[in-house]
C-alpha cells in the first residue's frame, strides 16, 4: 500500500524543472495565504530573474481586484515585478467581450473590477445588458442577485471570471463566485460560460504570445480542479503544491492528477 508522504515527487522527478521556460504560479494558497507571503518567495523570484530565457507569471482566478491591485499588493511584497507578469481570469473576459463586440455589461463585481472594465471601454448598466458578466463580487448585495436572476430569466449570455467555490484566507475559506454561480442556478438552472480556470486558453494565449510549446512550461498551484486540471488540459507540466487547498488524500482521489507534488513553491530554490 502507497503512503500518502510518499506521493511528495523527489528531487530527481523534479530535476525536469530545470527544462522549464516559462513558469506560471497561482497566487492564492501558493505564493501567498491571506496577507502572508510564504518563505523564500522573493529568493525564488530573484533567481527566476537570473536565467537566461526565463519568464514568470502570476496567475490568479481572484477576480475582486484590478490588475493595478495586484501590482501593488505583489510589489507590496517587494517582488519588482512589472503588470506584464499578471494573468487574471477577467483578461479573458475582456478580450472574449471585445472579440464578440460587447458593449454594455452587467458586471456582478467590486468597485475595483468595474473601474478596470469601464478603462477597458465597457459601458456598466444596470438596465438592459447585453451579457452578464460574474466575477468574485466582494461587495455583492441581494438586491444585485434577484437583478442576476431576472436578467438570466430573460436568456441573456451569461460568463464568469472562475467558478472557484471557495477562497483561502489566513483565517479559513470564505464563499467564491462558484458559490454565487450555484445560488443563481438554483433560482434559474442556468450556468455560465468560464473564461477563467481551468480553461485551458488562461495559459495558451500566453504561450502562443511567446512562441514557446507547452513543454516547455510549468504551472504551480494549490487546486485540484483549476490548477492543476488547466495544466493539464494545456499540456502543461502541473506541480501541486500543498500550501493551498489541496492535500496528499485529496490528490489521490481525483482525477486530476499532478505531473508532480511539492511541499511549497520554496521547494524549487533546492533544484535551480
Not at 511567446?210 to 504551472?219: F, V
Request: charged share 30%; net charge neutral; proline share 3%.
Amino acid at each position: 500500500m502507497i503512503k500518502l508522504s510518499d506521493m511528495i515527487s523527489s528531487k530527481s522527478d523534479l530535476e525536469i524543472i530545470k527544462e522549464k521556460e516559462v513558469f506560471f504560479f497561482d497566487l492564492d494558497g501558493t505564493i501567498y495565504l491571506g496577507n502572508k507571503l510564504f518563505n523564500k518567495v522573493i529568493d525564488l523570484i530573484k533567481s527566476l530573474k537570473k536565467r537566461i530565457n526565463t519568464r514568470f507569471f502570476f496567475l490568479s482566478n481572484n477576480s475582486s481586484k484590478s490588475t493595478e491591485d495586484y501590482l501593488q499588493k505583489l510589489n507590496g511584497y517587494n517582488l519588482n515585478i512589472t503588470i506584464d507578469n499578471i494573468i487574471l481570469s477577467q483578461h479573458p473576459v475582456i478580450y472574449y467581450l471585445k472579440e464578440k463586440g460587447y458593449k454594455k455589461v452587467f458586471l456582478m463585481g467590486t468597485t475595483s473590477l468595474k473601474k478596470e472594465f469601464e478603462n477597458n471601454g465597457f459601458q456598466l448598466t444596470e438596465e438592459y445588458p447585453e451579457i452578464l458578466v460574474l466575477a468574485f463580487d466582494q461587495e455583492l448585495t441581494y438586491e444585485r442577485l434577484v437583478k442576476a436572476s431576472k436578467f438570466l430569466e430573460k436568456d441573456i449570455p451569461y460568463i464568469a471570471t472562475h467558478l472557484d467555490d471557495r477562497c483561502p484566507t489566513e483565517d479559513g475559506y470564505i464563499p467564491d463566485a462558484g458559490g454565487f454561480a450555484s445560488l443563481l442556478y438554483k433560482t434559474t438552472e442556468r450556468m455560465p460560460k468560464v473564461l477563467g480556470k481551468p480553461n485551458k486558453e488562461m495559459l495558451l494565449f500566453k504561450l502562443q504570445e511567446l512562441g514557446i510549446s507547452s513543454d516547455k512550461a510549468i504551472m504551480f498551484g494549490d487546486r485540484l480542479y483549476t490548477d492543476i486540471k488547466m495544466g493539464k488540459n494545456a499540456g502543461v507540466t502541473a506541480c501541486c503544491v500543498l500550501s493551498g487547498e489541496t492535500k496528499l488524500d485529496m490528490i489521490k482521489d481525483s482525477e486530476n492528477k499532478p505531473d508532480l507534488i511539492i511541499e511549497g513553491v520554496w521547494k524549487i530554490l533546492d533544484i535551480l
